[in-house]
Every structure is written in structure tokens, then in C-alpha cells.
């Protein structure tokens, strides 16, 4: 498993188990070398021609998070950077009046066929089902109806483009009090299906 984060901390379930603490030091005396931009990125705020090109090419930046990307010229732009393309699919659909778990069918429906623009126009992403699940303002349903809703996601991805990457939870915030129950969960639920996640992500707004 890959590990996704946004913050200056990086957590390793594979390296630490649940109950560890990992200190880890950096010694900002010693130079590694030239600036590689490796932690820079856009969340939405691109379009195909905004900013200005004069603006973001010398940032050089690797990550693009959001959606929107039926305008090709987006995905063609940020490609031209050298960036991963991180696609959150609620994005889109959280402004429909509508939850997953109230149509299972209409949200199968919505993945599937962007999913298969996707494989249409050959491009290379992270599908991110949905955003911060933890967060009311984001999920109004149970934590099991999110997983209900990123197995769906999952299938139908897969079913289209079956070496497509998939990440997840989407945690608001990777505080080990609040994030512990839904992280277990979360794996627990793919160990039970037998399938992977990519990348697990979280966001870290406020340590």
C-alpha cells in the first residue's frame, strides 16, 4: 500500500502497527540536494487556462486534486506539468441533492460513466471516491453506507479499467483519536472483500 499524505508527517501502517509511536527527525542542516517540487500542488483552483501559465509553471507542480476534468484541456494541461491527477468523485456529485445511499443505482451510474470517459480518453488518474466521509457537511450517512458507496465506486471502476488506482478514506483530519475506529474499518472492510486500496489519504488541517 502507498501512502498519499498533505501534511509534513508521514504515517506507515506498514512499517509501524496501530500501537507504535514514530518519532521522526529532520536535520534542515543538510542540504539533499537541488528543489525537486515534489510537495507542491493545486486543490481545484486550475482551469485550462486559469492561472495563468506565467504563474504556475515555475511552482512545477505534482499533484492536481478535484474534478471537473470532462474539459480535456484541464487534463491536458496538467499533464504538460508532469502532475498526478487525483479525481474526487463526490466532488461533482454532492452537488445534486442527492446521497449515494438514497440511489444506489443513480451513484453506480454516475461512476460508471465517468469512468468510462476516463478510459475513453485514456487518462491516467487517482479516483478518490468520496471526500472526508467523517465530515457532516461532506457525508450525512453511517460510515458502513461510505463503505457500501466506495465498494460501488471500486466495482464499477475496476470493471472498466482494471489497473485503475483507487485511494481513500479521505479522512478530514489523521488525529489517532478521531481517524483510529474509521482507519480500522476501512481496511478491515477491503481485507474482507479481498481487494486493495491504492493509496490511503487523510487531510491535516489542524495539528
Known sequence: MKIVFFSLILFSLADTGF????RVTVDLSKPLGP???NGIGFLHSMSADQPPEKFVKPLKPKLWRGA???DTNLYSRLKLY???IQYVLS???HGRGIWPYENWDQWRSYVSNIAKTAKTNNWNLI???WNEPDDEYFWQGSFEQYLTSFHIAYEEIKQIDNKAEISGPSLSAMNWAHAKARIILFLEFFKAKGITCDYLTWHEFDD
Do not use: C, S, T
Open 68 to 70: 471537473n476534468l470532462l
Open 127 to 129: 479516483w478518490e471516491p
Open 91 to 93: 466532488d461533482d456529485f
Open 82 to 84: 508532469g502532475a498526478q
Open 19 to 22: 500501537g507504535k509511536v514514530v
Open 35 to 37: 528543489l525537486k517540487h
